[in-house]
């Protein structure tokens, strides 16, 4: 079945950085946009970032651009998201998700049926 299993969160200091990983399972990785999305206590879910079904497109949030870099490894199954120059915003939980087939980027969320459990990333000094 299809499964989406995020790791590599944990507690950085604010500059430091951090590889979150998106492990893809009962799929073709490459026929689905994968997107990135967290949420912070208190607040909506925000658009972090996504890698399109084709050509490789991407794109990034507004607060994340130039810092964060999404990378599609096929022959891994799993989508990264190295996260540079973390800063204490970028405090939340962060969840991949899949889109619809052939989707491209941005993923909007109510088309997305598969998300992953989450992953915790803390900046803190």
């Known amino acids: 079945q299809v499964q989406l299993v995020e790791s590599g969160g944990g507690l950085v200091q604010p500059g430091g950085s951090l590889r979150l990983s998106c492990a893809a399972s009962g799929f073709t990785l490459n026929a689905y946009a994968i997107g990135w999305f967290r949420q912070a206590p208190g607040k909506e879910r925000e658009a972090v970032s996504c890698?399109?079904?084709?050509?490789?497109?991407?794109t990034y949030g507004a607060s994340v651009k130039g810092r964060f870099t999404i990378v599609r490894d096929i022959a891994k199954k799993t989508v990264y998201l190295q996260m540079d120059s973390l800063r204490f915003e970028d405090t939340a939980v962060y969840y991949c998700?899949?889109?619809?087939?052939?989707?491209?980027?941005?993923?909007?969320?109510?088309?997305?049926?598969?998300w992953g459990q989450g992953t915790q990333v803390t900046v803190s000094s």
């Open positions: 998700a899949r889109g619809p087939h052939g989707s491209l980027c941005p993923i909007v969320p109510k088309t997305v049926n598969y």
């Open positions: 890698v399109g079904s084709r050509w490789n497109f991407t």
